[in-house]
T-cell receptor, first 115, second 110 residues
Framework: DVKVTQSSRYLVKRTGEKVFLECVQD?????MFWYRQDPGLGLRLIYF???????EKGDIPEGYSVSREKKERFSLILESASTNQTSMYLC??????????????FGPGTRLLVL | EDQVTQSPEALRLQEGESSSLNCSYT??????LFWYRQDPGKGPEFLFT?????EEKEKERLKATLTKKESFLHITAPKPEDSATYLC???????????WGAGTKLIIKP
């Protein structure tokens, strides 16, 4: 079974703090993704990575950065947390399939509250 | 504009009452359509991938079907444990991203 783990289930931070969210997958997947999920807005892609040290911006990258130093680990960084970054953060991973077909598998999520 | 629309937003059923959830999409070329189940406070759990019109997949009480414009997730004789939000996502040919629907919240009453 594919397993994607996230470092924290719940996190409370103060405005202005630097926040690190860690994601690890154990299936040797090439692609990794960070989403945020808010009521009424659905899943929105923040960043994704298709290889070690590679990253691409998604729909809402502002205020976030990412790091992928090892294939199995993808980190999301909030340089200076703000209250509007309070959200559920979801990490996913996938492998490119034949003809570009691939399925994303998700971690359990991190619920972040910024006070 | 490429988009994915799920309906209804919410659906309440009695245990054993079969129904269907809809996911309609407008994309220039479909690479794949995905169904996920999400329980409150948890990450989405993968259910099915459909690649071409006419394809069907089944898992326990769930059956997913695909046409050129929409997909249905049929639930037969549901149980309370089937209560969850069901998400649909589309992978379009010319885009690296998935396009997500807003989800259908399914509540099964005993």
């Amino acid at each position: 079974d594919v397993k994607v783990t996230q470092s924290s289930r719940y996190l409370v931070k103060r405005t202005g703090e630097k926040v690190f969210l860690e994601c690890v997958q154990d299936m040797d997947h090439e692609n990794m993704f960070w989403y945020r999920q808010d009521p009424g807005l659905g899943l929105r892609l923040i960043y994704f990575s298709y290889d070690v040290k590679m990253k691409e911006k998604g729909d809402i990258p502002e205020g976030y950065s990412v790091s992928r130093e090892k294939k199995e680990r993808f980190s999301l960084i909030l340089e200076s947390a703000s209250t509007n970054q309070t959200s559920m953060y979801l990490c996913a991973s996938s492998n490119p399939g034949q003809g570009g077909r691939e399925t994303q598998y998700f971690g359990p999520g991190t619920r972040l509250l910024v006070l | 504009e490429d988009q994915v629309t799920q309906s209804p937003e919410a659906l309440r059923l009695q245990e054993g009452e079969s129904s269907s959830l809809n996911c309609s999409y407008t994309v220039s070329g479909l690479r794949g359509l995905f169904w996920y189940r999400q329980d409150p406070g948890k990450g989405p759990e993968f259910l099915f991938t459909l690649y071409s019109a006419g394809e069907e997949k089944e898992k326990e009480r769930l059956k997913a079907t695909l046409t050129k414009k929409e997909s249905f997730l049929h639930i037969t004789a549901p149980k309370p444990e089937d209560s969850a939000t069901y998400l649909c996502a589309v992978h379009e040919d010319s885009n690296y991203q998935l396009i997500w629907g807003a989800g259908t919240k399914l509540i099964i009453k005993p």
